[in-house]
């Protein structure tokens, strides 16, 4: 079985801003596969799909990003999900709009929900796919800018980036990380 879990702020007023790039990816996904997220628990959304016939899930938690750990921690519990299934996609302020980068494991780099989650999950040792969301401008407040919408400069690359990030969790349902991690890193 495998757990992707995109991170994201709950409620249309944070639809399509740049902290909710994890929900679109799984979004893509849910689209991919004709699924829709008919389950709810544990202060989350879920779908699922089989696939080369493993279980996937797709996860959204709806405790707000700062949070996340709460509704992922109780899923994994409950489901008896090892860490090693499980694949976290969120937005990074480090990373230039529209690329993607996959690591294994790693600290919260001032992330806020990855902080929830390595809390909650005891351990920093889970897949990451982060999406680069670029840094703000001119002094804008980083809380501001993390929840504002993309520019419709920055839109193609970032379309393009759900799409490759959307195709890595596919690779990745089959194939090894670290595959997937040489292919898709850009």
């Known amino acids: 079985m495998k757990l992707f879990v995109g991170l994201g702020n709950p409620g249309r007023e944070y639809e399509q801003t740049r902290h909710n790039i994890g929900f679109m990816i799984v979004d893509e996904l849910a689209k991919r596969w004709s699924i829709s997220y008919n ?3 544990f202060n989350g ?4 799909h089989i696939i080369a016939g493993e279980k996937v899930i797709l996860c959204k938690p709806l405790t707000y990003m700062n949070l996340s750990g ?12 090892d860490i090693e299934d499980v694949v ?23 992330h806020n ?38 520019t419709q400069e920055e839109e193609a690359d970032i379309q393009h980036a759900i799409i490759r990030a959307a195709d890595a969790c596919e690779k990745a349902v089959s194939a090894s990380f670290l595959q997937v991690m040489n292919e898709f890193n850009s």
């Open 39 to 41: 389950q709810a628990k």
């Open 45 to 48: 959304v879920f779908a699922s």
């Open 70 to 81: 709460e509704c992922v921690r109780p899923f994994m519990d409950y489901y008896k999900i």
């Open 88 to 110: 976290v996609i969120y937005d990074d302020l480090d990373i230039p709009v529209g690329k993607i980068r996959l690591r294994m494991k790693g600290s919260a780099g001032g």
């Open 113 to 150: 929900g990855i902080k929830s989650l390595i809390h909650h999950l005891g351990t920093d040792q889970f897949k990451r796919i982060r999406v680069g969301i670029g840094r703000p401008q001119n002094g804008q407040r980083v809380a501001d800018y993390v929840l504002g919408r993309f």
